[in-house]
Nanobody, 124 residues
Framework: QVQLEESGGGLVQPGGSLRLSCAASGEIFSVTTMGWYRQAPGKQREVVALITRGGSTNYADSVKGRFTVSRDNARNTVYLQMNSLKPEDTAVYFC??????????????????WGRGTQVTVSS
């Protein structure tokens, strides 16, 4: 089984910065694409930023130029550096990863995993 644990959320004033981290743990053969989604109250979950194992990135238009996604493959960890935060960035941020667990006796297969989410609130 694979677990994702997020950290780094909190309350920040508009214009401020936060850094989210998400570490994948468990019996893992490989982690593929990792990324961040967010869900604001009354809205659907939306993609924020994705990063492949090779380092290719994609961002939502609303965060381009303000957020930076990165990863440490050796630690199976993904980061989201959020700068110039706006009130509309307020949401629960969820980590997502494609991972191939090592299950004795079973063929290798990739699954999608989610973290529990971390609250980011941007308010003065």
């Amino acid at each position: 089984q694979v677990q994702l644990e997020e950290s780094g959320g909190g309350l920040v004033q508009p214009g401020g910065s936060l850094r989210l981290s998400c570490a994948a743990s468990g019996e893992i053969f490989s982690v593929t694409t990792m990324g961040w989604y967010r869900q604001a109250p009354g809205k659907q979950r939306e993609v924020v930023a994705l990063i492949t194992r090779g380092g290719s990135t994609n961002y939502a238009d609303s965060v381009k130029g303000r957020f930076t996604v990165s990863r440490d493959n050796a630690r199976n960890t993904v980061y989201l550096q959020m700068n110039s935060l706006k009130p509309e960035d307020t949401a629960v941020y969820f980590c997502n990863a494609g991972a191939i667990p090592m299950v004795p006796g079973s063929p290798l297969h990739e699954y999608a995993y989610w973290g529990r989410g971390t609250q980011v609130t941007v308010s003065s």
